[in-house]
């Protein structure tokens, strides 16, 4: 479960998120929707610990972001965006990595990544150098990385970038799964179609704040549109940086 | 401790898959002894003229002197007809030295009068034109002394009234401390090659992740960020002493192949010595590491690394290059300063002269607190924000 | 005092004994930073010296003790091999330790992985040489009440008993240096008389030579006596018949065996007062010149092949009444010998190793080389009222050895020419014979020679040393005129 209160960050004179809070469920799939430079990256970075929120807090399974964080690290799988294996490793090594990382190892890491293996259809290319792998194959393998220690908390930010049409429905199918073994799945987006497509809450970001949150019947309700990518539009109030 | 153990570990073994790091470290290692000793041996071989070797020499005029060319052939000079015009056959590089004998010779030198004589030669060309002229010139010489001599004696003059001087020479210097001047800039090659053999891992651990995506997600382990800098500041130190290892070796095996014995120098460059370096050295790929993981830090891709990597690097090394010429001391001053002072351990290593075990402990405890400075600043780099 | 106590008192002192008797046990050769010099004194070199102590007569050893000065030159390699060049002097009567610093350069390729060893031998240098004041060293070799007068006065003034001072006494000498410097074995280099002591060693202590090279070879059998002048002879007529082979030389001077024969006899007849400059400072002064003089003048001027080519002009010049230059040769010759040699160790050693083996020669039979049976008759003079000293059993039997050895020889030596190299050869069963062509007396420094050396002591296998550079060496072209040669 992930709880954002009142986040604030600014970068130099840039504010990049002004005042964010929201909650993301478990057994849920919530989505950031908003624009390019609305604030969803930073504030997915916020709760991943690489940043440091200069106001408001936010917490994971309870654990505070900065005073807990490598609980909450440990509570949390994140796939950045732009993630990228190391080249000169073969993906099984790539997940291995990770997981000795997270302080497993021996036998019982290896079936975990037999098991997401499996899970994500990376058999074909387990035992390859990632260098030269195509986005979808680069994507199964920050995802086996992100997964690897069984976190309850899954957060992604714009995962299907760069993904073709098939990758994108097996990425999809691959985040209901999940919410449907009980995780916590937190995604960032600027495609509206598919937040409409997945998301069970959803949480509508521009200009660094929350414009809108809730559930697409709720979204719906609330902007009195009843296409749901009509309320999208009105609740941020420009189509500009949407799909 | 364990996850410092991991990165390490994946850092290292990595990077062992670098075609690049590792022609880098074994590159420097190999090209440095090699370039150095070619070079070496070059010089030597085509400045210092074997005096038993025999040349041959154009002589223009041969006839007018049969006595003198029979000197000549007795000191491994042969003389053979010469051209008909012999400064255009020099110029031409048909000939490097030609001698001319001219009519007056004969008739001079028997009257007593200075008989003269004429070398043509082309000071543009040391190996093939003055290298030969010197020593032709040397063998006239010598034959002046032997004639001069015996006309004094033959005239009831001893020879020692024409030596007023006998200078004597005394070189303190060992045989090993007067090879410095030729090999004193091993220990620049050395230490150059020490941080070239951790570069590529100081980039790739920061910049070079940084810019293939792979330092967000590793940011976001659950593992404190001290370790993964400390991990990956280890296995760049590792590198960069296998480096140092190998280069040393490689000198030790390299030296034996420069001819020294021509310029009547010697020097012992044995596995003992190398490992004696090695012990008293490796602090410097420490702070080596620490110092280029600190800069790639602050650089945003791979290539920015690279060029301002290349640059930085020259400051801690071009200095040494002044090790060679200056001889400098080891003192307590000098003998603090990192880099400096393992170039002053490398120098008077090879003359034998071992620095001081008080100064080489100096060295290695200012060079392992800078070190550790450098490291320390590194790590909190590492903490920053900005890293990303 | 009862004896119990007495015995435990005694076992109570014994080990504060040992630490007495420890020095003079261990007469440690301590080797300590100097500088050696050549006999003039003008060329020296850094090196490192010290003295062993050791007895003047080997068979009491209690007795009277002398002072070996012993120097070392380190190798220029930092890990020199285990064995050094002995650098042995002639003479006899030379200082090994001179010698080596006025030819150093024949040894340097040896000295690049090796040191150099140098023991002044007993009775000469600085090992309580035995000198005697020499007024005129020409006089002496040809007058034999001088000699015999001479040599008793300096018999009588020696600081040592000259009966010790022989080659046989010698190598032991050279033994026991070893020994304390713990050399495991030795490469010799002798010179001249040199070459003596250098294969006696051998014959004595075989297993401690690696190698040996002897220059200008005085072969055992072999003795000093007639062959200076037979030998000496021979050389003379080498220089003139070459000279006779060259057509200028040929027609300037004529037949010189003919017209030293006459300035000879003319000199003989009425010595000649000659006005001269002083050869070194230049001031005037005068010497009555003998056939003596002019003897000892091409004598000491055919030890080298660069001298040799004024010997035709001198005799021309003298026979033609010029009698200046060969007055001036003789003054620069005595200086040159003047105490060069110390007299006594000289002595010791002629009279007790060789006039003995030559005292039944028929002296007349020497009337026909140019120095005459004066010579030999002033050194059976010498050795007349000289003691004779100790000299092995087996010291004249020719040696016959393994051990490889390197003979060379001057092709014009008048002094050990190269028949003595060849004598010796005969019974060394490893060895290499190089003739030096054109060359006289010493032949180490000269051309290519310093470079076989090397290789020569380096590999200890005389197979290994390619001896084609010594092809080129030869004379040089006689002086024809006062300005030399022709062109």
Not at chain 1, 212 to 232: C, H, I, K, V, Y
Not at chain 2, 203 to 208: K, L, M, P, R, S
Not at chain 3, 33 to 59: K, W, Y
Not at chain 3, 278 to 298: C, E, F, K, N, Y
Request: net charge negative; proline share 6%.
């Amino acid at each position: 479960m992930i709880r954002v209160s009142n986040v604030a960050k600014s970068f130099g004179k840039v504010k990049a998120v002004s005042n964010v809070s929201f909650e993301a469920p478990d057994g849920a799939i919530t989505g950031l929707l908003g624009p390019n430079g609305a604030g969803k990256s930073t504030t997915l970075r916020i709760l991943y610990t690489v940043l440091r929120p200069d106001q408001g807090s936010a917490s994971v399974d309870g654990h505070d972001v900065v005073s807990a964080s490598l609980a909450a690290r440990s509570a949390t799988g994140a796939l950045p965006h732009g993630s990228g294996p190391y080249p000169r490793l073969t993906a099984r090594e790539n997940v291995r990595y990770y997981g000795q990382l997270n302080g497993m190892s021996g036998a019982a890491l290896e079936r975990r990544i037999d098991e997401l293996a499996d899970m994500l259809e990376m058999n074909d290319f387990l035992e390859r150098r990632t260098k030269g792998f195509s986005q979808g194959q680069r994507t199964k393998v920050a995802l086996a990385r992100a997964l690897v220690h069984s976190p309850r908390n899954v957060i992604l930010d714009e995962p299907t970038n760069g993904l073709d049409v098939m990758a994108t429905r097996a990425l999809r199918e691959l985040i209901r799964k999940l919410r449907d073994a009980g995780h916590c799945v937190l995604f960032s987006s600027h495609v509206m179609q598919e937040v409409a497509a997945l998301c069970d809450e959803i949480v509508i970001i521009g200009r660094g704040e929350v414009v809108a949150s809730g559930s697409p019947d709720q979204l719906r309700e609330q902007t009195g549109e009843a296409n749901l990518e009509d309320a999208f539009v009105k609740a941020i109030g420009s189509v500009e940086g949407l799909e | 401790m364990s996850a410092l153990r991991t990165v390490f570990v994946k850092e290292v073994r990595d990077n062992i898959r670098d075609r690049r790091t590792v022609l880098s470290a074994l590159g420097m290692a190999v090209l440095a002894p090699a370039l150095f000793m070619g070079l070496m041996s070059f010089v030597l071989e085509t400045t210092v003229s074997d005096a038993e070797k025999s040349i041959t020499l154009p002589v223009v005029g041969m006839e007018r002197a049969p006595n003198m060319m029979a000197f000549l052939r007795q000191n491994n000079i042969d003389p053979v007809a010469g051209p008909e015009n012999p400064d255009a056959a020099v110029s031409n590089r048909d000939y490097g030295v030609v001698l001319v004998i001219p009519g007056n010779f004969g008739e001079s030198l028997q009257a007593g009068m200075p008989a003269p004589l004429r070398l043509i030669y082309d000071s543009s060309r040391t190996k093939d034109s003055e290298r030969d002229y010197r020593r032709v010139r040397d063998v006239l010489r010598a034959y002046n002394s032997v004639l001069a001599g015996l006309r004094l004696q033959v005239r009831g003059i001893s020879p020692t009234v024409v030596q007023p001087l006998a200078i004597n020479v005394s070189n303190v210097a060992s045989p090993s401390a007067q090879a410095i001047s030729v090999l004193g800039v091993i220990p620049y090659f050395v230490i150059f090659s020490m941080f070239m053999g951790g570069f590529y891992l100081a980039i790739d651990t920061t910049a070079g992740e940084r810019e293939q995506g792979s330092l967000e997600p590793l940011l976001a382990q659950p593992v404190a960020r001290a370790s993964l800098a400390l991990g990956k500041l280890l296995a760049t130190a590792l590198f960069s002493a296998v480096t140092l290892l190998l280069v040393l070796l490689a000198f030790s095996f390299a030296i034996d192949l420069v001819p020294l014995e021509k310029v009547g120098m010697s020097v012992e460059f044995g596995l003992g010595k190398v490992l004696r370096l090695f012990a008293m050295l490796w602090p410097l790929s420490l702070l080596a590491a620490a110092f280029m993981m600190v800069v790639a830090s602050f650089t945003k891709s791979f290539k920015e690394a690279q060029t301002y990597l290349t640059v930085v690097i020259l400051v801690p090394t071009l200095p040494l290059m002044l090790v060679a010429f200056l001889a400098p001391e080891a003192t307590a001053t000098t003998m603090a300063i990192p880099s400096f002072s393992q170039a002053l351990i490398i120098t008077e290593g090879i003359k034998g002269e071992w620095v001081s075990l008080p100064l080489s402990l100096l060295s290695m405890t200012t060079t392992l607190i800078v070190g550790a400075a450098l490291a320390f600043l590194a790590v909190k780099l590492y903490q920053r924000e900005g890293i990303l | 005092m009862n004896s119990h106590c007495s015995l435990s008192r005694r076992r109570r002192l014994a080990p504060l004994l040992i630490l007495f008797l420890l020095p003079a046990v261990s007469q440690a050769l301590d080797l300590q930073p100097c500088r050696i010099f050549d006999t003039s004194g003008v060329q020296s070199q850094d090196a490192e010296c010290g003295t062993l102590t050791v007895a003047e007569n080997p068979q009491r050893p209690d007795g009277t003790t002398i002072d070996l000065f012993v120097a070392r030159i380190p190798a220029r390699a930092p890990t020199p091999a285990a064995d050094p060049l002995v650098v042995i002097q002639g003479g006899p009567g030379g200082s090994s330790v001179e010698l080596y610093v006025s030819m150093a350069g024949a040894f340097e390729s040896v000295r690049k992985s090796r040191d150099i060893l140098l023991v002044d031998q007993r009775g000469t240098g600085r090992s309580n040489a035995l000198r005697c004041e020499v007024p005129d060293e020409a006089a002496l070799d040809f007058d034999p009440e001088l000699a015999a007068q001479f040599s008793r006065e300096c018999r009588d003034s020696l600081p040592g008993n000259p009966q010790f001072y022989t080659t046989s006494v010698a190598v032991q000498d050279l033994e026991a240096v070893r020994a304390e410097l713990e050399y495991p074995s030795l490469n010799l280099y002798g010179v001249s008389y040199g070459t003596r002591v250098a294969l006696h060693y051998l014959r004595r202590f075989p297993d401690e030579t690696r190698s040996v090279i002897i220059d200008g070879v005085a072969p055992p059998q072999w003795s000093l006596g007639p062959d200076i002048a037979r030998f000496g002879q021979n050389t003379l007529e080498d220089i003139l018949e070459r000279c006779a082979a060259v057509a200028s030389c040929n027609d300037r001077f004529g037949d010189l065996e003919v017209k030293l024969s006459v300035l000879s006899s003319r000199l003989d007849e009425s010595p000649q007062r000659v006005d001269l400059p002083h050869p070194v400072t230049g001031r005037a002064d005068s010497m009555t010149l003998t056939s003596q003089h002019v003897v000892m003048a091409i004598r000491m001027m055919s030890y080298q092949r660069e001298s040799q080519a004024l010997i035709p002009l001198l005799i021309h010049e003298g026979y033609a009444g010029n009698l200046q230059p060969l007055a001036a040769q003789s003054l620069m010759v005595g200086e040159s010998l003047q105490n060069a040699l110390a007299m006594g160790m000289h002595n010791a050693v002629v009279c007790t190793e060789d006039m003995p083996f030559v005292e039944d020669f028929d002296d007349s039979q020497l009337r026909d080389t140019y120095m005459g049976p004066l010579q030999m008759a002033s050194l059976r003079a010498f050795c007349r009222d000289w003691p004779k000293g100790v000299l092995d059993d087996d010291f004249k039997q020719p040696l016959s050895s393994d051990v490889p050895t390197l003979v060379l020889s001057g092709e014009f030596d008048p002094v050990t020419p190269p028949a003595n190299g060849e004598l010796a050869a005969q019974t060394l069963s490893n060895q290499k014979t190089i003739v030096a062509p054109g060359h006289g007396h010493g032949v180490a420094m000269r051309g290519c020679m310093p470079r076989l050396l090397g290789t020569f002591v380096e590999t200890a296998d005389p197979s290994a040393v390619d001896d084609s550079c010594v092809e080129r060496m030869g004379p040089l072209a006689f002086f024809e005129g006062f300005t030399g040669p022709t062109p």
